[in-house]
């Protein structure tokens, strides 16, 4: 009696359009208690609660009312789980063990109309920043493929948009920093061609957090083999290599990089630093003077040239005996420098940590007083 008053209660508040979230409260509560989990009236009346709320917000967006957007696509996943969750129950074999579906098409067909307002809805909600959300409801729309209500839909084979919802959980989990999420339907998303960069960034910022050096490399590797002129997979191989100290492994992908566009100024500058890093100086201040004359403001080639130069001056210092025309090239190697790295520091004063010892030495070994006094105070401040 208790159930029949309530269900009667919410068919009321159903049939009035008043009152429907108590309708929807009187039937999830009875759904609560495991022993109506088999009432066909109840959850019927559920959705119909639901399904009420979302014809009111649609409607009073068609009439440009002011309305919470949020509230449709949230009513329309509700709708969804409703259904789902039903048809789950009606699919149990009764007491003689038979399995009597009644509702499926009809619920198959209601829902598949509504379907792409999931889609438009875990958009929706990333624009918004509410990547929780977000995922919940691409999740649902990913999941239908999987649920024996829409079998006939065969969403997983005809559903063209399957592999961008699935980026999109990819990209929601990424910004929760949620890992389980992100790669929940990887496999998926690595489908969706027209993202692919962008899921590959995502991917390899995530294993970079996992400290998973193995999968973080091989993305950055499928990353620059589809896409080698992008300017995220590069630096970073570049970057995991030098601090690897694979310095094979380097000149192998500088050669790559430039195989695939040879004048690239990012693969060039790459290229100088590798010929820096291996003492080939002639040949590294060659390619960024070239560099320089393309672009004047590529900071990160002065502070190579100034590099090749200190370092050569540095290296012939370490001789015990010098003679008097290596101290004369010692003195020229560093003045050879010091325009470079004071035209570095220009650009980027505040990456002290590498022009100012290497100003330090120059100011010191050309008997620069007042430049050297300002560096020394620098140093001394830090």
Avoid at 115 to 134: H, I, P
Wanted: hydrophobic share 40%.
């Amino acid at each position: 009696m208790a159930q029949k008053k309530q269900i009667a209660q919410a068919k009321t508040y159903i049939k009035s359009g008043k009152d429907l979230d108590k309708a929807e409260k009187l039937m999830t509560a009875l759904l609560q208690d495991s022993a109506n989990m088999h009432n066909e009236k109840i959850h019927l009346t559920l959705f119909d609660a639901i399904r009420a709320q979302y014809e009111q917000v649609n409607e009073k967006m068609y009439l440009k009312q002011q309305v919470d957007t949020t509230q449709l696509f949230l009513l329309a996943r509700k709708m969804f789980i409703a259904l789902e969750r039903f048809d789950s129950v009606e699919a149990m074999p009764n007491k003689k063990g038979v399995v009597k579906i009644k509702y499926r098409e009809r619920h198959a067909d209601f829902l598949n109309a509504y379907r792409q307002n999931l889609f438009s809805g875990g958009v929706f909600f990333v624009r918004k920043g509410m990547y929780d959300k977000a995922f919940d409801i691409m999740d649902l729309y990913i999941n239908c493929a999987e649920q024996p209500l829409f079998t006939a839909y065969d969403y997983a084979q005809r559903d063209t948009l399957m592999p961008e919802a699935a980026h999109c959980t990819l990209y929601c989990g990424y910004m929760m920093h949620d890992t389980p999420k992100a790669l929940r339907y990887l496999s998926l998303a690595l489908n969706d061609s027209v993202h692919a960069d962008y899921i590959d960034q995502y991917l390899a910022h995530i294993y970079a957090e996992e400290k998973d050096s193995t999968e973080y490399l091989n993305t950055l590797n499928r990353g620059f083999s589809r896409s080698p002129t992008h300017p995220f997979f590069f630096p970073h191989i570049i970057d995991y290599y030098n601090h690897m100290g694979e310095i094979q492994k380097v000149e192998k992908l500088v050669s790559e990089a430039l195989l695939a566009d040879s004048t690239n100024a990012l693969f060039r500058f790459a290229q100088s630093t590798l010929l820096l890093n291996t003492g080939k100086y002639d040949e590294c201040i060659e390619v960024c003077k070239q560099l320089i004359e393309e672009n004047d403001s590529l900071s990160e080639a002065y502070c190579n040239i100034a590099l090749a130069y200190f370092n050569q001056a540095v290296e012939l210092d370490k001789k015990v005996k010098l003679t008097r025309k290596e101290r004369q090239r010692i003195r020229q190697l560093y003045a050879l420098s010091q325009p470079y790295m004071e035209k570095f520091r220009q650009f980027e004063p505040d990456k002290q940590q590498k022009w100012l010892p290497v100003l330090y030495t120059i100011y010191l070994n050309l008997n620069l007083g007042p430049q050297f006094d300002e560096i020394d105070r620098l140093r001394r401040e830090n």
